[in-house]
């Protein structure tokens, strides 16, 4: 395979992130990191003029957002820095995005060299499969933490496998001399360092990555007698990671223990937050035990969720088997710990699919070489294989890429074909949308009609990011952020099923239940703008 084929794809990963980024509205938690990023630039700028100051003063910048580690948001701030602060090249939204699409592009880069362990046409159809769907695409623009834990994870699977021999190496050799095996023994240590690198980068962006050891392990003890004894050697290199979250984590540089035990305990004891599933609000554990799979299902366009079903399958029925490669295994081994958490029915479950995104990815090379194969018995039958190949591409990515053209910049209300699409995703009593990234739809209504210094109440728009869209120039610095319908003369509503009692609330403070204006996707109600009879835009 053509070795700069995983770096053309990542590339157009970037650019493609890039190009789409600018209807995206800011989901609720990037307010959180948004400021977080913010205080932290000021950490590194007080770093860079005073480091003593900078080392005393951690936890006065550092405590924004203490309950997730550093390294993402640091990287959101140092981009911001870079781009905005210093050569005001970007505005500020898209600086901090920035790194989040470069992760992005590293998922596209791993996923591509997993694929190419089977084929050049499955090391481009795996990323492929994943991104081309609104659900994980929308994904792909926030400078949030759930694509860069997803490619993290990918990028430990890779750099676990090339560690322990199982993935195609860029130094082969089949000769035995001295100076071979000490370029053997050095590759081995800088695959072992990669490896401890990325499982810190891992731990230092979200939680997800605690599980990760556990499943290297178990992978290992699965493995041949030869190659069980090489990845129990290099299981110990795995305890070099925390020195990366801690080097990246300056909050831990002073009473550590005290902080990482905050970090546990806020996700130990996480609140439940109210979600809406085929007509149950679910507000509490016990939860549906296949409500991942049946979201997944619900929201992938229909393609995607055949192949990446076949392929579960596919590895399941390898494993029982026990004609899983090695490689396949560890595959197996990593989709399954980033979906079984959210089985177990107390795992808190809100947020659509981000939480198992690499659930998605890990099945993706598995799901591309399918394709592939199947590609393979068309020319058996006498059609040719590339025309197959394309046909069969076509088939299974043009679905997603119209859902995407269709639905984007609303990505959390992205619905498929076996939920009859956003309308019958409403009448099966599905989550409409989450968080407040619709909200951008109405904000050019709300600039045009809103008279100078008005109050307006933006429903699930947290204080973080109703200032970003004024940051951003989405919104006019004039208009004033609410509380509620009661001390506001205009509402922006998203429809929640938990926040039912918010309409009738506005129509009782309002004197009206006619909308001014609103966000319809397909016909169904997403984000609903009143005003306050006699003002400007009140029907």
Same mark, same amino acid.
């Given at each position: 395979?053509?070795?700069?084929?995983?770096?053309?794809?990542?590339?157009?990963?970037?650019?493609?992130?890039?190009?789409?980024?600018?209807?995206?509205?800011?989901?609720?938690?990037?307010?959180?990191?948004?400021?977080?990023?913010?205080?932290?630039?000021?950490?590194?700028?007080?770093?860079?003029?005073?480091?003593?100051?900078?080392?005393?003063?951690?936890?006065?910048?550092?405590?924004?957002?203490?309950?997730?580690?550093?390294?993402?948001?640091?990287?959101?701030?140092?981009?911001?820095?870079?781009?905005?602060?210093?050569?005001?090249?970007?505005?500020?939204?898209?600086?901090?995005?920035?790194?989040?699409?470069?992760?992005?592009?590293?998922?596209?880069?791993?996923?591509?060299?997993?694929?190419?362990?089977?084929?050049?046409?499955?090391?481009?159809?795996?990323?492929?499969?994943?991104?081309?769907?609104?659900?994980?695409?929308?994904?792909?623009?926030?400078?949030?933490?759930?694509?860069?834990?997803?490619?993290?994870?990918?990028?430990? &699977?890779?750099?676990?496998?090339?560690?322990?021999?199982?993935?195609?190496?860029?130094?082969?050799?089949?000769?035995?001399?001295?100076?071979?095996?000490?370029?053997?023994?050095?590759?081995?240590?800088?695959?072992?360092?990669?490896?401890?690198?990325?499982?810190?980068?891992?731990?230092?962006?979200?939680?997800?990555?605690?599980?990760?050891?556990?499943?290297?392990?178990?992978?290992?003890?699965?493995?041949?007698?030869?190659?069980?004894?090489?990845?129990?050697?290099?299981?110990?290199?795995?305890?070099?990671?925390?020195?990366?979250?801690?080097?990246?984590?300056?909050?831990?540089?002073?009473?550590?223990?005290?902080?990482?035990?905050?970090?546990?305990?806020?996700?130990?004891?996480?609140?439940?937050?109210?979600?809406?599933?085929?007509?149950?609000?679910?507000?509490?554990?016990?939860?549906?035990?296949?409500?991942?799979?049946?979201?997944?299902?619900?929201?992938?366009?229909?393609?995607?969720?055949?192949?990446?079903?076949?392929?579960?399958?596919?590895?399941?029925?390898?494993?029982?088997?026990?004609?899983?490669?090695?490689?396949?295994?560890?595959?197996?081994?990593?989709?399954?710990?980033?979906?079984?958490?959210?089985?177990?029915?107390?795992?808190?479950?809100?947020?659509?699919?981000?939480?198992?995104?690499?659930?998605?990815?890990?099945?993706?090379?598995?799901?591309?070489?399918?394709?592939?194969?199947?590609?393979?018995?068309?020319?058996?039958?006498?059609?040719?294989?590339?025309?197959?190949?394309?046909?069969?591409?076509?088939?299974?990515?043009?679905?997603?890429?119209?859902?995407?053209?269709?639905?984007?910049?609303?990505?959390?209300?992205?619905?498929?074909?076996?939920? &009859?699409?956003?309308?019958?995703?409403?009448?099966?009593?599905?989550?409409?949308?989450?968080?407040?990234?619709?909200?951008?739809?109405?904000?050019p209504w709300l600039n045009e009609h809103v008279p100078r210094g008005a109050r307006v109440f933006f429903h699930e728009v947290n204080f973080e990011?109703?200032?970003?869209?004024?940051?951003?120039?989405?919104l006019r610095a004039d208009i004033q952020y609410a509380a509620g319908p009661w001390d506001a003369q205009y509402a922006a509503l998203q429809w929640?099923?938990?926040?039912?009692?918010?309409?009738?609330?506005?129509?009782?403070?309002? &004197?009206?239940?006619?909308?001014?204006?609103?966000?319809?996707?397909?016909?169904?109600?997403?984000?609903?703008?009143?005003?306050?009879?006699?003002?400007?835009?009140?029907?």
């Open positions: 395979m053509n070795r700069r084929l995983p770096i053309v794809l990542a590339a157009l990963t970037f650019a493609a992130l890039f190009a789409t980024q600018a209807g995206v509205g800011f989901v609720r938690d990037e307010g959180y990191y948004f400021e977080a990023a913010r205080s932290y630039e000021q950490w590194v700028a007080l770093l860079l003029r005073a480091p003593a100051a900078a080392l005393r003063e951690t936890g006065r910048y550092w405590s924004v957002n203490f309950e997730h580690p550093g390294l993402a948001k640091l990287l959101f701030a140092l981009s911001h820095l870079v781009f905005t602060t210093w050569l005001g090249w970007l505005p500020d939204a898209l600086a901090w995005r920035l790194p989040a699409f470069a992760i992005a592009a590293l998922l596209t880069y791993w996923l591509a060299v997993l694929g190419s362990q089977r084929s050049r046409a499955a090391a481009v159809l795996a990323p492929a499969l994943f991104w081309c769907a609104e659900g994980t695409f929308f994904h792909g623009h926030l400078a949030c933490f759930d694509v860069p834990i997803c490619a993290l994870t990918a990028g430990v &699977g890779v750099a676990w496998a090339r560690a322990i021999g199982i993935l195609d190496s860029s130094t082969p050799s089949s000769t035995s001399t001295p100076s071979s095996t000490a370029t053997s023994t050095s590759t081995r240590t800088s695959t072992r360092v990669c490896l401890a690198f990325l499982f810190g980068c891992a731990l230092a962006v979200k939680h997800n990555a605690w599980l990760l050891p556990p499943v290297l392990l178990v992978h290992a003890l699965l493995l041949p007698s030869p190659l069980r004894r090489r990845a129990l050697r290099t299981l110990p290199w795995l305890l070099l990671g925390p020195l990366v979250l801690f080097a990246t984590w300056p909050l831990l540089w002073h009473e550590p223990l005290r902080h990482l035990s905050d970090w546990i305990s806020f996700h130990t004891h996480h609140v439940h937050y109210a979600w809406y599933y085929l007509g149950r609000e679910l507000r509490a554990p016990p939860f549906p035990i296949f409500y991942p799979l049946v979201l997944l299902a619900l929201v992938l366009p229909l393609p995607q969720v055949a192949l990446f079903a076949a392929a579960s399958a596919k590895l399941l029925w390898d494993f029982a088997h026990r004609t899983l490669s090695a490689l396949r295994l560890l595959e197996l081994g990593l989709a399954g710990a980033a979906i079984l958490p959210f089985l177990v029915r107390t795992t808190p479950i809100f947020g659509g699919i981000k939480h198992w995104l690499a659930f998605l990815a890990l099945l993706a090379p598995e799901a591309a070489h399918l394709l592939v194969r199947a590609a393979d018995l068309v020319q058996d039958a006498g059609l040719p294989r590339a025309r197959g190949l394309a046909v069969g591409a076509a088939a299974a990515l043009l679905p997603g890429l119209w859902q995407i053209a269709h639905v984007h910049p609303y990505g959390t209300s992205a619905y498929a074909e076996l939920a &009859g699409g956003i309308p019958g995703a409403a009448s099966l009593g599905m989550q409409r949308q989450y968080w407040s990234n619709n909200v951008t739809a109405v904000l990011s109703y200032r970003a869209y004024q940051q951003a120039g989405l929640h099923r938990e926040f039912r009692d918010r309409e009738p609330e506005t129509w009782n403070a309002f &004197g009206t239940k006619t909308p001014a204006a609103g966000l319809y996707l397909d016909e169904t109600p997403q984000v609903v703008v009143y005003a306050r009879p006699g003002l400007p835009g009140a029907p």
